[in-house]
C-alpha cells in the first residue's frame, strides 16, 4: 500500500450495525498513485451522489454512503452478491496530501476521490548551473 493512505475499520464483508437498523459494510477500495497525488475508488453499489458523506479531520477521511435499495414491482430476488445497507471506510491521509483540493465524484455506485500531492511535496528537478 502506498505511503499516502493506510486503512482503518472492519474487513471487508463483515457488516456492523447501523443507527438506520441496517448492515454498515466496508466499501471495496483501489488506491492508484498517479505520481501527482493518489486516485482512490470506491464501490458502494445503491448509493446515490446525494446520498454520500465525506468528512476530513486532522487527516483523517472519513466515507460514509447511505444505501437505497429498490426492487422492481413483480420481482423477487433470486440470487445477490452484495448485502443491502450503508458503506464506511476511514482513511489517515499523509501530509503529502494537499486536503484543501480534494476533489470527489460519484457515478453509477463508485465514488472517486482525488487526492492531489501538495506542491511541496511533489519531486521536483534541479538544474545544474556551470560555474
Do not use: H
Request: glycine share 12%.
Amino acid at each position: 500500500m502506498s505511503t499516502e493512505l493506510s486503512r482503518a475499520a472492519g474487513q471487508v464483508g463483515e457488516p456492523q450495525e447501523s443507527t438506520r437498523g441496517v448492515p454498515v459494510y466496508r466499501p471495496l477500495a483501489n488506491i492508484r498513485d498517479t505520481g501527482n497525488g493518489v486516485v482512490l475508488t470506491l464501490e458502494m453499489p445503491g448509493v446515490g451522489r446525494e446520498d454520500v458523506d465525506i468528512d476530513l479531520e486532522r487527516r483523517v477521511l472519513t466515507v460514509r454512503g447511505r444505501g437505497r435499495f429498490t426492487s422492481p414491482e413483480g420481482y423477487r430476488r433470486a440470487y445477490a452478491e452484495y448485502g443491502e445497507g450503508d458503506y464506511e471506510r476511514v482513511f489517515t491521509l499523509s501530509e503529502e496530501i494537499d486536503e484543501g483540493a480534494i476533489r470527489a465524484e460519484m457515478a453509477n455506485g463508485v465514488l472517486t476521490l482525488t487526492l492531489p500531492r501538495a506542491e511541496a511535496a511533489k519531486p521536483r528537478r534541479i538544474e545544474v548551473k556551470a560555474g
